[in-house]
């Protein structure tokens, strides 16, 4: 079974940094899909960024390009997001996925943590 588990959340103040880790374990693809997700009440679950576990080839939202980075680590069997220059509209309950393909990501069809929160405001 795979597990997923967000940490690294918090509140912070605009133009401040975090950084988000999820711990996997379990049957992972070695070509899958790694992404974070980020969900503010009342709008659909938003993918920030993801991740090719076996190439490390990268893709961002527009909003946080140049701000964030997601990175995997598989010594630790984990997937990063770097988050720098934090703003308010940053903020969110940020969510881990793993699917075995891009169209899968994000669905039901993947695997997903708890979520961490993520507060930016001053």
């Known amino acids: 079974e795979v597990k997923l588990v967000e940490s690294g959340g918090g509140s912070v103040q605009p133009g401040g940094s975090l950084r988000l880790s999820c711990e996997y374990s379990?049957?992972?693809?070695?070509?899958?899909?790694m992404g974070w997700y980020r969900q503010v009440p009342g709008k659909d679950r938003e993918r920030v960024a993801y991740i090719w576990r076996s190439s490390g080839d990268a893709a961002y939202i527009d909003s946080v390009k140049g701000r964030f980075t997601i990175s995997h680590d598989s010594a630790k069997s984990t997937v990063n997001l770097e988050m720098n220059n934090l703003k308010p509209e940053d903020t969110g309950m940020y969510f881990c996925?793993?699917?075995?393909?891009?169209?899968?990501?994000?669905?039901?069809?993947?695997?997903w943590g708890q979520g961490t929160q993520v507060t930016v405001s001053s």
């Open positions: 996925s793993v699917a075995p393909s891009l169209r899968q990501l994000g669905t039901d069809m993947g695997y």
């Open positions: 379990g049957p992972i693809y070695d070509r899958a899909l």
